[in-house]
């Protein structure tokens, strides 16, 4: 067989028009799909074709490289409620530079996207967004009593003042009712014990999600 002295590159651009679920993957799979649909007849049969055509100018295609690329035209984005979901923290104009961000490298498990979005709605902003609020609970004495505090749109955290350090909550009294200062929305919260600053009380981050919209309209106005 002949060594080769020439390599011979072809390069040609096609521009496509593709179903939307298509455009909208990521670099890697997109990549795969258009591998995929190509196929051997494409991808094996070009040397095929262009070793036959050189061949009658006395030329020999001892070997063959391809490499396939392609590019999305659209500009991906993920989809605004799939970032709220995980991240009721954020800002509109947040969510919307988000959104842009993170399409390019979002899983495609739904688990591990929104783990993803997750961290990176943290990364982008992991400060604390309070609003005022109260907490009904059972004290230690079986006394009710309302406590104020602040919720963290970020984590759930409720924030307790100074005067709450001695504070003793009931233990095993259920979720307990947080209402939202200015506002008719009331949550559920969480007792996990009692620290050095009073007791720890959260709201699960999903919790707050519903009500994103007034949260974030209430943190702003503060």
Same mark, same amino acid.
């Given at each position: 067989?002949?060594?080769?002295?020439?390599?011979?590159?072809?390069?040609?651009?096609?521009?496509?028009?593709?179903?939307?679920?298509?455009?909208?993957?990521?670099?890697?799979?997109?990549?795969?799909?258009?591998?995929?649909?190509?196929?051997?007849?494409?991808?094996?049969?070009?040397?095929?074709?262009?070793?036959?055509?050189?061949?009658?100018?006395?030329?020999?295609?001892?070997?063959?490289?391809?490499?396939?690329? @392609?590019?999305?035209?659209?500009?991906?984005?993920?989809?605004?409620?799939?970032?709220?979901?995980?991240?009721? $923290?954020?800002?509109?104009?947040?969510?919307?530079?988000?959104?842009?961000?993170?399409?390019?490298?979002?899983? &495609?498990?739904?688990?591990?996207?929104?783990?993803?979005?997750?961290?990176? &709605?943290?990364?982008?902003?992991?400060?604390?967004?309070?609003?005022?609020?109260?907490?009904?609970?059972?004290?230690?004495?079986?006394?009710?009593?309302?406590?104020?505090?602040?919720?963290?749109?970020?984590?759930?955290?409720?924030?307790?003042?100074?005067? $709450?350090?001695?504070?003793?909550?009931?233990?095993?009294?259920?979720?307990?009712?947080?209402?939202?200062?200015?506002?008719?929305?009331?949550?559920?919260?969480?007792?996990?014990?009692?620290?050095?600053?009073?007791?720890?009380?959260?709201?699960?981050?999903?919790?707050?999600?519903?009500?994103?919209?007034?949260?974030?309209?209430?943190?702003?106005? @503060?």
């Amino acid at each position: 067989m002949s060594s080769a002295n020439v390599r011979l590159k072809l390069h040609f651009d096609l521009d496509l028009a593709v179903p939307a679920q298509l455009s909208a993957l990521d670099h890697e799979r997109l990549c795969k799909a258009f591998a995929t649909a190509l196929g051997a007849t494409v991808i094996q049969g070009l040397p095929v074709i262009a070793g036959k055509q050189l061949g009658k100018a006395g030329i020999t295609v001892v070997g063959s490289h391809h490499h396939l690329d @392609a590019v999305s035209l659209v500009a991906q984005t993920v989809d605004r409620r799939r970032i709220i979901a995980v991240a009721p $923290h954020l800002t509109d104009k947040e969510v919307d530079l988000l959104a842009a961000k993170a399409a390019p490298k979002l899983p &495609a498990s739904p688990s591990e996207a929104s783990g993803y979005l997750r961290r990176q &709605a943290l990364a982008l902003v992991n400060e604390y967004r309070l609003v005022p609020c109260s907490v009904a609970a059972l004290l230690s004495s079986g006394q009710p009593t309302r406590i104020a505090g602040r919720l963290n749109l970020t984590n759930g955290h409720i924030f307790l003042g100074e005067e $709450h350090r001695q504070t003793r909550l009931q233990a095993n009294q259920g979720p307990l009712e947080v209402s939202i200062e200015g506002t008719s929305i009331v949550v559920a919260a969480e007792s996990s014990g009692h620290t050095l600053t009073g007791p720890v009380l959260d709201v699960q981050v999903p919790v707050l999600v519903p009500h994103r919209d007034a949260l974030i309209a209430l943190w702003q106005a @503060a």
